[in-house]
């Protein structure tokens, strides 16, 4: 039971940061583009590179509760 207990607040917790991050980047580049509207493309590339690795955090966080979860 603490295993288990424990992956599922490792996921949880690594969605939930990823979460924040995408979000906290996302207000900036529209911020930065409110600024900046010509350099509205460079700025969506950077975003998009940021939300994807930040993504990739809560998919490896995932995986990982999902490996203690099953592994025994």
């Given at each position: 039971?603490?295993?288990v207990?424990?992956?599922a607040?490792?996921?949880l917790l690594a969605?939930?940061?990823?979460?924040i991050g995408i979000s906290y980047a996302t207000a900036k580049a529209v911020?930065?583009?409110a600024r900046q509207p010509e350099a509205s493309s460079k700025i969506q590339t950077v975003?998009?590179?940021g939300a994807a690795l930040?993504?990739?955090t809560a998919i490896y966080g995932f995986v990982i509760a999902l490996?203690?979860?099953l592994v025994k």
């Open positions: 039971m603490g295993n207990a424990f992956a607040s490792l996921a969605c939930v940061t990823a979460g911020e930065a583009v975003m998009l590179l930040a993504e990739a490996l203690m979860i």
